[in-house]
């Protein structure tokens, strides 16, 4: 319930800010005489729609974090744990020319970790009880780093922006193909009727998956270079140490929320080598296994 809670007030947010926004700047109808497409405020249209939702769900990523996973932010530490964390994370964000981030702690079976904020200043880095209980030091201090190098990479940031700017493309490009079929196929010289919404839903969709692609290949592309960080600020073989530890746990159920998947340090399922691989937000660990034990770092 809350998860569908939080998905409606974003997207309230989304259609209050991008109607304010087409307000301000003036752009009129998408549609002119004998139903022709205006491609200017189309485009307008779809760069503020597609854009506004990601931007807002970035700075809203942190709230949402909190209360869709249920992470206790660590204030005043109560064990020497949770001081070791803290001190941990400070020792990470300082040597990657960060500002401390939120540190908090999740209740999940499965170790995983993930961060998220709007900007590389104002972060939250949060992880899993259960990465805690069967992690050592060293490779809880690894996957910290990982995150820490999420954050001081500006990953969150720049898959917003991408995201946002492929969510505006689709919809430009499914409503120009939503256009063509109304008025070239059927005939329609009215405006938008009933064949240009359901070729536009149809593009939206087809379109969307390829997209997605795009997508998921720099997520993919970020995991490698947040490894990379987390080997250079906490050590190479604990990264690899901490990935493999991930690895023996791959049958562990995922309990993180289909949202939060990008955000983490592993999706909690083995990847496969597919067509579907192409829409995995992580490569295999294999893989990034791979790419650690070939970097010429210590």
């Excluded at 003036?26 to 506004?52: I, S």
């Excluded at 990953?155 to 120009?176: C, E, H, K, P, Y």
């Excluded at 604990?238 to 983490?264: F, G, K, S, Y």
Aim: with cysteine; charged share 15%.
């Amino acid at each position: 319930m809350l998860r569908i809670i939080l998905f409606l007030l974003t997207n309230l947010a989304v259609m209050l800010v991008a109607g304010i926004v087409l307000s301000l700047l003036g752009v009129g109808a998408t549609h002119g005489a004998g139903n022709t497409l205006q491609l200017g405020n189309l485009l307008v249209v779809c760069f503020v729609f597609g854009t506004v939702g990601s931007l807002i769900s970035l700075l809203m990523s942190k709230w949402m974090a909190k209360r869709s996973m249920g992470v206790e932010l660590i204030e005043s530490p109560r064990s020497g744990e949770e001081r070791w964390l803290l001190d941990t994370v400070a020792d990470l964000a300082q040597r990657a020319g960060i500002k401390m981030p939120e540190v908090g702690i999740f209740p999940s079976y499965q170790s995983n970790a993930f961060a998220t904020g709007w900007n590389r200043n104002d972060a939250l880095v949060a992880v899993s009880s259960g990465l805690l209980q069967r992690m050592s030091k060293d490779e809880v201090r690894a996957v910290l780093g990982h995150e820490i190098g999420h954050v001081a990479n500006g990953d969150m940031v720049t898959l917003a922006l991408i995201q946002g700017v492929v969510n505006a493309f689709v919809m430009f490009f499914s409503r120009i193909i939503g256009n063509f079929v109304d008025r070239v196929v059927f005939k329609n010289e009215e405006g938008p009727g009933i064949a240009y919404f359901v070729t536009s839903i149809i593009a939206d969709i087809v379109l969307g998956i390829l997209a997605s692609m795009i997508v998921m290949s720099f997520s993919r592309y970020r995991e490698f270079r947040a490894d990379e960080a987390g080997a250079k600020l906490a050590g190479r073989q604990a990264m690899i140490n901490a990935l493999r530890a991930l690895q023996r746990e791959h049958e562990v159920p995922d309990q993180m929320p289909a949202e939060m998947t990008a955000m983490a340090i592993t999706t909690g399922r083995r990847e496969g080598f597919s067509l579907a691989a192409l829409m995995l937000s992580h490569p295999p660990l294999e893989k990034r296994i791979a790419a650690l034990q070939n970097l010429q770092i210590a």
